[in-house]
């Protein structure tokens, strides 16, 4: 099963490759890892989407948690939680699809970030499964290139990972 | 006042008590050694391979509990550590091994004697600094050493500039550690331990299985009082062999591929497995389907990674094992249980095990065999020694028949399984305890992977005594290729060996070697006497094998006996 999973860690060199390390050494996977400092400059905060039996997240969280850089590990997952993605996608711009690219663009509420004689290059955030959507339609009109972030979550509430 | 790293480095050592640092000299870390030099206190080993100073390290921290020390130089230095670190790691043994690295402005040009020995060592540590700035080397070694003796303990590894133990900065060794992100829990839930005193209390066949962190924490005492009150038989991994008594009535002796026939058996029929301060290894599990069927598990570990990870644990209690059993062995004293009356029929059902198949062997009276020889040493001295191992037959003997009488008296490499440790382990346990007797034993095989250390002993005048059970074979090789390999042996066999009486000479060492059964014991008792490093090569059956055995992948009731 997919999980979800934030990690608070310290932001010190290195610890990008204990984590992933991790992961490689003990044979589990990583689906998608985005990483950034948080509002204290000295922790930076990982979200890592990953699969397995419960067993095996068992042990993903407990063997994170037994880095000496790793403060706080939350498996989102079985609580209500947002998560949310990034995806830049350059396409095609012929005079001929140009309306329905900014339609498509209308329709899940992204944006045009850049523009060229030839091309848009267009922006929409939203889960996975709707940014999986939104270039599915735009793959007849021609994607050049695609580049996704990765996703970050969050629980809903008042609980925060600090 | 300014120090430059070198004076802080062996400042802060001072500080820490450290004692004895297991060194090699080399380019980027003469500074350090030349501060060395003016510090005679902190005495200093000199190996001639780095992968021995580690294993010495190693051996200091198994034999004493206190963190082991290795210094090397950068590149090849560093990487020759690797080994010696990932032994550590496996055995969660407090070692910190000072590696030094090229300058900072440097690192990533591929300099001279470069390596990049934090992501090298970065699986195999329990944690690693990579110090860039003078200011925080008091500071990083004293979290070293505080990383590597508590929680569950391991190696950590300090890479050292040059630039950064030639700079000066003021000195201050902090007080006190604390890091945010690390506090290992001590004591586990008392709901769980008051749970873990009522199911011991109802089980019929219950088994105390201890590792390795019963000798870690130092739980010997407190298990020692568990087992004898409630009457509960103990069996101890190879990492757990000394945390109980060998020849006590209640030890069933080691479990798992080599263990005796009655610890597997009484695991195989446990209705309750209390597992201390050990992992469920697969050496020891056999098959897991099969594995204690009937039984529930709980588990008193200070990892909780170690909880649940290969079986099932129906009863976690997580945390130091020494503070905890002390608190099941308080909830079980206010338990009124008659425990002889309880414990008779299940300890009647082991004694029969025992009758049917306890570890045998034939000595005859032309060759030599294997467990007659470590029958001999346990004759003379009593159990009063520190033992070390390698790696295969040798370590499998010595793990079923040595008498044990206390923790931190067997030291052998058994996660990782490192052949090559047990000569230069002995040699670090020898500088902790100069006085005591120590022997390594070892097999023809393994020995020749770090005999040069023989200089090491005989320079710094430690008396260890290396006994080979030599049978001219990789004898766990060869005994698996006799019975699983239909008796291909595969470069199993060494042909050409060393003389070895002579190379230990050569060593400026003592060398000795027996032929047969009558010399054995005078041998032994003339090297313990002699007080100087000395090899005995003993010539014992070629072909005999360790039993009992569970082939891989067969559960651990199903043993080849004979």
């Known amino acids: 099963m997919k999980h979800t999973i934030s990690v608070l860690v310290e932001n010190k060199f290195g610890v990008l490759a204990r984590v992933s390390g991790l992961f490689s050494g003990r044979g589990f996977n990583i689906e998608s890892l985005a990483v950034a400092p948080t509002l204290d400059p000295s922790t930076s905060r990982m979200t890592i989407i990953t699969r397995g039996s419960d067993a095996i997240i068992e042990q993903i969280t407990k063997q994170l948690h037994k880095l000496i850089d790793v403060i706080k590990v939350v498996d989102h997952t079985k609580e209500e939680h947002v998560e949310r993605e990034i995806a830049l996608a350059k396409v095609n711009a012929e005079p001929s699809n140009r309306a329905e690219i900014l339609r498509m663009t209308e329709i899940f509420r992204g944006k045009i970030v850049d523009v060229s004689s030839k091309t848009y290059t267009l922006e929409v955030t939203g889960t996975g499964s709707k940014i999986d959507a939104f270039l599915e339609m735009l793959k007849p009109l021609g994607i050049l290139e695609i580049a996704r972030s990765g996703k970050v979550a969050m629980t809903r509430g008042r609980k925060s990972l600090g | ?562």
């Open chain 2, 1 to 562: 006042m300014e120090f430059t790293g070198a004076q802080i480095f062996v400042k802060s050592l001072l500080e820490l008590k450290a004692k004895t640092i297991f060194g090699y000299p080399g380019g980027v870390v003469l500074p350090l050694y030349d501060e060395l030099f003016k510090n005679p206190e902190l005495r200093h080993i000199l190996v001639r391979h780095e992968q021995g100073a580690v294993h010495m390290a190693d051996g200091y921290a198994r034999a004493t509990g206190d963190v082991g020390v290795a210094l090397v130089t950068s590149g090849p230095g560093a990487t020759n550590a690797v080994t010696g670190i990932a032994t550590a790691y496996m055995d969660s043994v407090p070692i910190v091994v000072f590696t030094g690295q090229v300058p900072t402005a440097l690192i990533g040009n591929d300099a001279f004697q470069e390596a990049d020995i934090i992501g090298i060592t970065r699986p195999c540590v329990k944690h690693s600094y990579l110090v860039r700035n003078v200011k925080d080397l008091a500071r990083t070694i004293a979290e070293a050493f505080y990383i590597a003796s508590t929680g569950k303990p391991g190696p950590v590894v300090v890479d050292l500039p040059k630039d950064v133990i030639t700079t000066s900065c003021e000195y201050h060794f902090p007080t006190k550690v604390s890091i945010r992100s690390y506090s290992p829990t001590r004591v586990g839930h008392p709901r769980q331990i008051a749970k873990l005193a009522d199911i011991l209390c109802e089980a019929k066949n219950p088994v105390l299985y201890v590792g390795g962190g019963a000798i870690a924490s130092g739980a010997s005492e407190e298990l020692a009082k568990l087992a004898t009150i409630t009457k509960t038989p103990v069996t101890e991994t190879l990492m757990g062999l000394g945390s109980f008594p060998s020849d006590h009535e209640l030890n069933l002796g080691m479990l798992g591929m080599h263990g005796t026939y009655r610890a597997n058996m009484a695991i195989t029929d446990a209705d309750l497995i209390v597992a201390l301060g050990a992992r469920f290894d697969d050496r020891v599990t056999g098959k897991l389907d099969e594995f204690a069927p009937n039984a529930t598990i709980a588990q008193i570990d200070i990892d909780p990674t170690a909880i649940s990870k290969n079986v099932k644990c129906h009863l976690p209690v997580v945390g130091n094992l020494k503070e905890n059993l002390s608190k099941l062995n308080d909830i079980i004293a206010k338990r009124t249980i008659d425990w002889d009356k309880k414990g008779a029929p299940w300890l009647a059902t082991i004694a029969k095990w025992k009758a049917e198949n306890a570890l045998k062997y034939s000595q005859k009276k032309e060759s030599i065999k294997p467990q007659f020889v470590l029958e001999i040493i346990n004759e003379i001295t009593g159990g009063d020694a520190i033992y070390t191992t390698e790696v295969g037959q040798n370590q499998m003997w010595a793990a079923q028949y040595l008498k044990l009488n206390e923790p931190r008296t067997f030291l052998t490499s058994g996660g990782l399984g490192t052949m090559g440790f047990g000569f230069p382990a002995a040699i670090g346990a020898q500088a902790a305890f100069p006085d005591k007797v120590v022997i390594g034993i070892a097999g023809d095989g393994s020995i020749q992977m770090n005999m040069q250390e023989m200089t090491t002993a005989v320079q710094s005048r430690l008396p260890v005594i290396i006994v080979i059970l030599n049978n001219g074979f990789l004898g766990m090789v060869r005994q698996w290729q006799e019975l699983f390999y239909d008796g291909r042996y595969a470069y199993s066999c060494m042909e050409a060996q060393p003389d070895f009486v002579k190379l230990a000479e050569a060593h400026g060492a003592l060398g000795f070697r027996v032929t047969k059964p009558a010399e054995v014991k005078p041998t032994i008792e003339k090297a313990i006497k002699a007080r100087r490093p000395t090899l005995i090569d003993c010539v014992v059956d070629r072909e005999e094998n360790v039993y009992p055995m569970v082939p891989a992948g067969a559960p651990i009731n199903k043993m080849l006996l004979a």
